[in-house]
């Protein structure tokens, strides 16, 4: 049997290869491990396109699938245009306060970004506890500002925005309240974290990035977290890397509750947090522009060759960056 998370990636990667279905020449990126959405010729541009689901939480649900993938359009150096949604809610459960709420969420969150809705379907079903949403983002971008997962290149810096566990700090807080509230967290702390939902967005953060410098691979680390998010890079681009574990900035409201929950922030869900790659002469151009626009940001590592593998420096030990299917935070759903 499977169990909960991502699939394994060599079990994923025969899957895209031996079911395609058909060849289409105007396809520039098409499924590939690591690739955070699909690219398609459009004349004198790329549509861009991306689906995913929100499954982890119910609480501000909508808002999360308009944000999750919009990120993933946000790393190809697209600008999100237009959302659809596939909306499915628990039979015996579902109340038209409930359906409103979610419409609302999505409606609001694309406000925000200056995306139209155009459509999607809603139902109510069987053997759900919870209302999941699939949400289905395309966007554009000018041909020569393309970004992909896969360009990273040897001797480029690993630059991180934010910090980690952005998502998660949001999901477990949200998930969590009424027993942290027993475990004595004031209700400061938790609004805080509850309120990194509202620091997801990494579309700003990518943008800036693909106006300044040549920007050679963008990702949106989310299930299997930062580790896996880097897992993804090296993979896609047929590299290794080496990254300092003193570097990596974990928020502090994170660090406690991954604390409290024994999770471990590197393998812990963190949309929220744009990795990113650019020569090292490009880097500090970049890392300036961030400050200006009040995003914080750091150097991380760096890309090598492929041969290196992919390590983490960890208290003077250069030890295996270790990639997992299951993602920290289910531990908290168990």
């Given at each position: 049997?499977?169990?909960?998370?991502?699939?394994?990636?060599?079990?994923?990667?025969?899957?895209?290869?031996?079911?395609?279905?058909v060849?289409?020449?105007?396809?520039?990126?098409?499924?590939?491990?690591?690739?955070?959405?699909?690219?398609?010729?459009?004349?004198?541009?790329?549509?861009?396109?991306?689906?995913?689901?929100?499954?982890?939480?119910?609480?501000?649900?909508?808002?999360?699938?308009?944000n999750?993938?919009?990120?993933?359009l946000?790393?190809?150096?697209a600008?999100?245009?237009?959302?659809?949604?596939?909306?499915?809610l628990?039979?015996?459960?579902?109340?038209?306060?409930?359906?409103?709420?979610?419409?609302?969420?999505?409606?609001?969150?694309?406000?925000?970004?200056?995306?139209?809705?155009?459509?999607?379907?809603?139902?109510?079903?069987?053997?759900?506890?919870?209302?999941?949403?699939?949400?289905?983002?395309?966007?554009?971008?000018?041909?020569?500002?393309?970004?992909?997962?896969?360009?990273?290149?040897?001797?480029?810096?690993?630059?991180?925005?934010?910090?980690?566990?952005?998502?998660?700090?949001?999901?477990?807080?949200?998930?969590?309240?009424?027993?942290?509230?027993?475990?004595?967290?004031?209700?400061?702390?938790?609004?805080?974290?509850?309120?990194?939902?509202?620091?997801?967005?990494?579309?700003?953060?990518?943008?800036?990035?693909?106006?300044?410098?040549k920007?050679?691979?963008?990702?949106?680390?989310?299930?299997?977290?930062?580790?896996?998010?880097?897992?993804?890079?090296?993979?896609?681009?047929?590299?290794?890397?080496?990254?300092?574990?003193?570097?990596?900035?974990?928020?502090?409201?994170?660090e406690?509750?991954?604390?409290?929950?024994?999770?471990?922030?590197?393998?812990?869900?963190?949309?929220?947090?744009?990795?990113?790659?650019?020569?090292?002469?490009?880097?500090?151009?970049?890392?300036?522009?961030?400050?200006?626009?009040?995003?914080?940001?750091?150097?991380?590592?760096?890309?090598?060759?492929?041969?290196?593998?992919?390590?983490?420096?960890?208290?003077?030990?250069?030890?295996?960056?270790?990639?997992?299917?299951?993602?920290?935070?289910?531990?908290?759903?168990?």
């Amino acid at each position: 049997m499977i169990s909960l998370g991502k699939l394994n990636p060599n079990f994923l990667e025969k899957l895209m290869k031996n079911y395609p279905g058909v060849e289409d020449n105007r396809l520039i990126v098409g499924p590939r491990i690591g690739e955070d959405a699909a690219v398609i010729d459009f004349n004198n541009r790329h549509l861009v396109a991306k689906t995913d689901p929100v499954t982890f939480v119910s609480d501000e649900i909508g808002w999360y699938a308009v944000n999750v993938n919009a990120n993933d359009l946000a790393t190809r150096g697209a600008k999100p245009r237009w959302f659809q949604s596939t909306i499915l809610l628990p039979e015996n459960k579902t109340t038209e306060e409930m359906v409103e709420k979610i419409f609302s969420q999505i409606s609001y969150a694309c406000k925000e970004l200056d995306v139209a809705i155009i459509g999607g379907h809603t139902e109510v079903t069987y053997n759900l506890d919870r209302p999941i949403v699939i949400g289905c983002m395309l966007g554009e971008v000018e041909k020569d500002k393309l970004v992909t997962t896969s360009g990273a290149k040897s001797g480029d810096d690993i630059i991180l925005t934010k910090g980690i566990v952005v998502e998660g700090t949001s999901i477990i807080t949200r998930e969590k309240e009424e027993e942290l509230r027993e475990k004595g967290y004031s209700d400061s702390f938790i609004k805080k974290c509850k309120n990194h939902l509202y620091n997801m967005s990494v579309v700003k953060d990518a943008l800036i990035a693909n106006e300044t410098v040549k920007v050679h691979s963008m990702h949106d680390p989310t299930e299997g977290g930062l580790a896996n998010g880097l897992h993804e890079i090296a993979q896609a681009s047929n590299t290794g890397l080496l990254i300092c574990k003193d570097r990596i900035p974990v928020l502090r409201e994170s660090e406690i509750l991954c604390k409290e929950y024994n999770l471990n922030p590197l393998g812990t869900i963190t949309s929220g947090t744009l990795i990113l790659t650019t020569s090292q002469k490009e880097s500090k151009k970049l890392l300036e522009r961030y400050k200006t626009a009040g995003i914080r940001a750091s150097i991380i590592g760096k890309i090598k060759d492929k041969s290196y593998g992919m390590k983490i420096l960890d208290e003077n030990q250069i030890k295996n960056l270790e990639y997992s299917e299951k993602d920290e935070i289910i531990k908290i759903f168990e």
